[in-house]
């Protein structure tokens, strides 16, 4: 099992890769084309980070929650929710990957490049439905299918990537239905291009 990386101390330079943040605008781009977004809508952004796809959506709902299990990730998002003035986005610290759940039920569930550090992918899946509204919308964003080569540091991460038709078999055996994966990003790093899936689906 890979060691699970330090994202306390990622977080101090997080927002300082131009990379990072253009990827989070494409992704937010994706899933605005891809999901009717409503202003009575309540949001769920799991593995929130520092906020970047968080801060982003939250123009575009009622009330976004970025949920996340590194303190130092947070408290990014706290002070950049504070500098700002948002008065819709609310901080959760909760570990998915031990089975610490947020609360509430949402209309919609997000998530952007965190697939690959969880274990068991499945088992989160179907434990989110019980968090969507009848009809709700889940979007989740991860890397297309790569040799490994995309992280420099390897810790914590479970998955190389995944195929669109993963990520679709995923959610359907979890029960949801309309999926729909289309190719949100291409990060181009090492002078190699990496596609960044985004798959959306709902819950009934």
């Not at 949001?43 to 996340?68: H, M, S, Y």
């Not at 690959?116 to 989740?140: D, N, Y």
């Not at 964003?141 to 992280?151: I, K, P, Q, Y």
């Not at 055996?173 to 596609?195: D, F, L, R």
């Amino acid at each position: 099992m890979t060691e699970k990386r330090n994202f306390d101390l990622a977080a101090l330079v997080w927002d300082e890769e131009p990379r990072r943040v253009q990827l989070a605008m494409d992704i937010v781009l994706a899933i605005k084309s891809s999901v009717p977004l409503s202003t009575e809508w309540d949001g769920l952004d799991i593995g929130c980070g520092t906020g970047l796809v968080t801060l982003q959506l939250a123009p575009f709902l009622r009330n976004i929650t970025g949920l996340d299990s590194s303190c130092g990730m947070l408290d990014k998002l706290a002070e950049k929710v504070k500098i700002s003035g948002i008065k819709n986005v609310r901080s959760v610290l909760r570990d998915l990957a031990a089975g610490e759940m947020p609360e509430g039920k949402y209309h919609l569930i997000t998530s952007a490049m965190t697939l690959h550090h969880i274990t068991e992918i499945e088992p989160l899946l179907s434990s989110l439905r019980a968090f969507l509204s009848h009809g709700g919308w889940i979007a989740l964003a991860d890397l297309a299918t790569e040799d490994g080569s995309f992280h420099d540091d390897p810790s914590g991460v479970f998955h190389h990537g995944f195929s669109a038709t993963e990520l679709t078999a995923m959610l359907e055996n979890c029960g949801y239905s309309h999926v729909s994966v289309t190719t949100a990003a291409i990060i181009g790093k090492n002078e190699k291009a990496y596609p960044v899936l985004l798959a959306t689906a709902q819950a009934f």
